[in-house]
């Protein structure tokens, strides 16, 4: 069997974590683009920060230098897991880090779209305007896509717009 590798973008609130978790009922190893800002965070600054300063470091990763750092280490935690299962990538939005992973391991590019966006749905309104400029990434991001699914239905529809996409990479 052929290894997938898919990256999941798309802004804030637009079913992308419910859409892995159908994934990883279905055998795919997800890993959380957020999860290694977190962990960049954590070696730099020491304990786990709080949802407001990891949007806010995830802002300074896309603006400095560190993005760099991000691309290599999330390339790492990828290739580590890619070399024995097929692998879904959550929440990227840096353009670094996708365009290397499509160069360098052939990944599937897929953007998760809602024709509304659900601002009700943000845990915290006053993180919104970092988020906005985090999301404003995506516009990067979005024209380098190998397929976009629309979530206006069930989470179980866009797993099968999931998979066509990705077959017909194949």
């Known amino acids: 069997m052929i290894q997938m590798l898919i990256l999941l973008c798309g802004r804030s609130g637009v079913g992308k974590t419910s859409l892995c978790r159908v994934m990883e009922q279905e055998g795919f190893y997800v890993i959380s683009a957020s999860g290694v800002a977190r962990q960049m965070y954590e070696d730099e600054y020491g304990p786990s920060p709080d949802r407001r ?5 995830g802002e300074l990763i896309l603006k400095t ?10 390339e790492a935690v990828v290739r580590e897991a ?8 959550d929440g990227l939005r840096s353009p670094m880090a996708v365009r290397r992973m499509k160069r360098r391991l052939n990944a599937t590019l897929v953007f998760v779209k809602r024709s509304s966006h659900p601002k009700d749905r943000l845990e915290d309104l006053s993180l919104e305007g970092a988020l906005e400029k985090i999301d404003a990434k995506l516009d990067c991001i979005e024209y380098l896509c190998d397929g976009c699914i629309e979530n206006d239905s069930s989470v179980r529809d866009m797993q099968s717009a999931l998979l066509k996409i990705v077959g017909a990479r194949r």
């Open 53 to 57: 300063e990891l949007v806010q470091y």
């Open 65 to 74: 230098a560190r993005e760099r750092t991000f691309t290599r280490r999330l």
């Open 82 to 89: 890619f070399s024995s299962q097929n692998v879904l990538v």
